[in-house]
T-cell receptor, first 117, second 118 residues
């Protein structure tokens, strides 16, 4: 099955700095890669996602890049703010072709991001 | 936006009790819902995939007789933790994916249920 590795496990930055979180995946059939933000005791919230036919996607201060050949993708947050502090999870999924793995998300281990004012 | 409602949000009960958790998609239909378990400071681990009108698909190592899943309609899936014991204490989260349009829709998560077994 799919295996997703996420690094770093903790990340501490100063307000205004950029933060980068990296993930690698093992299954070349994975074609959908969402990123979730989870605050303590709350639901994971989708912040951005990317599909395998795209190399980069940006939404205001957040961007995601995907390298299919190397099987890794990264989350970039620019101009970080204290409210960006949370746990961030990457995930990988197969959304084509049916089969038992269809639609299942495999999550990375999570990154605790702390933005200091 | 797509809203998933999960109930209850917090349960405390005695060992041996069975606990039912509901997951509802409020403004969309979901043929597939997913149940996750999350331990403190850890990632989400998929327990099972809930399929409307058919049996759930369980991940390796998850006891299907322990965690009963029913997906009787396009908007409701339930997870029942049978004869719960302290080691079943955890944060349980469901997610659902809109069936329209096509299959490439993101998963939306419920608020989770914190289960504490005494």
């Amino acid at each position: 099955g799919e295996n997703v590795e996420q690094h770093p496990s903790t990340l501490s930055v100063q307000e205004g700095d950029s933060a980068v979180i990296k993930c690698t995946y093992s299954d070349s059939a994975s074609n959908y890669f969402p990123w979730y933000k989870q605050e303590l005791g709350k639901r994971p919230q989708l912040i951005i996602d990317i599909r395998s036919n795209v190399g980069e996607k940006k939404d205001q201060r957040i961007a995601v890049t995907l390298n299919k050949t190397a099987k890794h993708f990264s989350l970039h947050i620019t101009e970080t703010q204290p409210e960006d502090s949370a746990v961030y999870f990457c995930a990988a999924s197969i959304t084509q072709g049916g089969g038992t793995s269809y639609g299942k998300l495999t999550f990375g281990q999570g990154t605790i991001l702390t933005v200091h004012p | 936006g797509a809203v998933v409602s999960q109930h209850p949000s917090w349960v405390i009960c005695k060992s041996g009790t069975s606990v039912k958790i509901e997951c509802r998609s409020l403004d969309f239909q979901a043929t597939t819902m997913f149940w996750y378990r999350q331990f403190p400071k850890q990632s989400l681990m998929l327990m099972a995939t809930s399929n409307e009108g058919s049996k759930a698909t369980y991940e390796q190592g998850v006891e299907k007789d322990k965690f009963l899943i029913n997906h009787a309609s396009l908007t409701l899936s339930t997870l029942t933790v049978t004869s719960a014991h302290p080691e079943d204490s955890s944060f349980y989260i469901c997610s659902a994916r809109d069936i329209f349009p096509g299959g490439n829709q993101p998963q939306h998560f419920g608020d989770g249920t914190r289960l504490s077994i005494l």
